[in-house]
């Protein structure tokens, strides 16, 4: 089972979604440079992580976007991988075109960091397995650019498909039909708002985020 974490210039929490990562496979990722072009052979769960990218002084991940190794992570992609986006990772996934919709800034403008209230309204994916649907979980969010934004289609679409996994319990940042995660149309990539590698051992004051990663782990094996 082999798992990466993409690194750009300015990435936060890439550190943590690699501690995230080696506690639910049991071997420590690749970190991979943005500036690659290629990612370690058969690789098999990819992450994007939350941070800053590029200082996100353009717009958020618009430049993370264009990174070389959003090439090989979209070919892994087609191929299968699990690509987790978190955060600015979830921006950089709608940037490189990889899940629809954009990211905004946030309603009445103002930096969210605090814990946040979500419904799970999708748990047949391999991100969600370990959850049910409709139950109540809490992950951290620091954002100032959450707003998730899609066209009415395309809204409609998501629901349709159930491709909204994650929606917040209560508006926390303007997200269009409170939406706080979407799957691609294969459900094998994901983008979120909230941080579940933050949410991980007791430590942490909560562990709703072990399960998403361990989920991951169960569909990974189940497809060996």
Known sequence: MKSAVIVFPGSNCDR????????????KPAMVWHRDTELPDDIDLIGVPGGFSYGDYLRSGAMAARSPVMQAVARAADRGAFVLGICNGFQVLTESGLLPGALLRNAGGHFVCRDVALTVENAQSAFTSRYAAGEAISFPVAHHDGNYFADDATLDRLEGEGRVALRYAESVNGSARNIAGVLNEAGNVLGMMPHPERVIEPAHGSTDGQRLFAGLVEGLLARA
């Open 16 to 27: 943590d979604l690699a501690v995230a990562f080696e506690a639910a496979t049991g071997s």
